[in-house]
């Protein structure tokens, strides 16, 4: 992750911008430093954590197989500006992501190369988000855990959320109680634990009032229209996470309108499968990855084909789930 050394193939930069709102956000791109770019890929990153220190190894990855990569922290999170880890209004994001991601892929010299998106946990409810913003813009994403609907054990009754709601009203940025350690079990690596521990752009604390509200605000209005995912996307999720729910995966894979859609569940992963994971198993993850990209990006082989395939590679899975 955080340790991944430079490589001469690989040429990275960062810079801030400034949103609509006026505060400066941090950007990162990592881009193949001796060839043309394949395809270009923007990382969502999950919530409380960032860009260029945890998702470095992920980026680094993919542009060693041919792929630039984009990162932006959003606002309140990494080394963008805002009250840490305050999600006062999830569109917010949104916007600010979709402003980025587009401004990138109008440059002159990545016209004509496909656009992928890659969100982590709650940044596949970002890449979901920016799909329905702009339904036909993006090629394909990559889902790793997402975040895309409230386990049904531990959804809140229509009550808890209207008390929800209130306090969020009273002290937004307040903290709300909570007990679990997500780092403990979302990273399966005792020293990638220990990485994100000591990450001082990576918020430890527990989530504010109006974040929870936004989070879980979010969460229900993506349960409520899977049926309006129709890009391509290849989901990804860890049987043993105990921070998203594999379930919610499956009901993503079953009920999105998508004809190129694919689910890989691992077994006896955890959470952090691009990084958490010990080396043997994230290879496996980017194997599957980087194969699924190829063959979206691959002259020669259209669409048509590639959507055949995948409906008969769905009609077996859906039999078997």
């Given amino acids: 992750m955080a340790l991944v050394p430079p490589d001469e193939n690989v040429s990275y930069d960062e810079e801030f911008i400034k949103n609509s709102r006026g505060l400066k956000l941090f950007t990162c791109k990592w881009i ?11 990382i969502c990153h999950g919530y409380a954590m960032e860009c260029s220190i945890t998702m470095s190894s992920t980026a680094i990855r993919l542009v ?21 880890a305050y999600i006062q209004n999830f569109d917010d994001i949104i916007n600010d ?11 002159e010299e990545n016209k004509g190369k496909k656009r992928f998106l890659l969100g982590e ?10 799909h329905k913003k702009m339904p036909e813009f993006w090629h394909g994403a990559i889902l790793a855990a997402p975040m895309c609907k409230i386990a049904d054990d531990i959804k809140p009754s229509p009550l808890v959320t209207y008390v ?23 990273f ?26 936004e989070l879980l605000r979010v969460s229900l209005e993506i349960e409520n229209t899977l049926n309006e995912v129709k890009l391509p996307f290849l989901v990804l ?3 043993e996470d105990k921070v998203t729910d594999p379930q919610a995966s499956k009901e ?10 694919t689910l890989k569940l691992y077994p006896g992963m955890w959470h952090g499968m691009l990084y958490g994971e010990p080396l043997e198993n994230i290879e496996i993850v980017f194997s599957d990855i980087i194969g699924w990209l190829e063959e979206r990006i691959c002259i020669g082989s259209p669409t048509s084909e590639i959507q055949r395939k995948h409906e008969n590679d769905n009609s077996l899975l859906n039999n078997n789930l």
Wanted: with cysteine.
């Fill in 188 to 213: 399966k690596e005792p020293e990638i634990r220990e990485e994100v521990r000591k990450n001082p752009y990576c918020y430890k604390g527990p989530p504010r009032l109006k974040t929870s509200y």
């Fill in 237 to 239: 999720h860890g049987e």
């Fill in 164 to 186: 929800l709601r209130g306090l969020c009203w009273l002290a937004p940025t307040s903290n709300a109680v909570v007990t679990k350690d997500i780092i403990e079990v979302a």
């Fill in 97 to 107: 992501c979709s402003d980025h991601f587009t401004t990138i892929c109008e440059k």
């Fill in 64 to 84: 060693k197989e041919g792929f630039a990569v984009y990162g932006i922290d959003y606002e309140s999170h990494g080394k963008s500006s805002g009250l840490e």
């Fill in 32 to 42: 193949p430093a001796k060839k043309e770019p394949k395809a270009l890929i923007f």
């Fill in 121 to 130: 946990s709650m940044g596949g409810a970002v890449a979901l988000l920016l």
């Fill in 252 to 261: 993503l894979y079953n009920a999105a309108s998508s004809k190129d859609k």
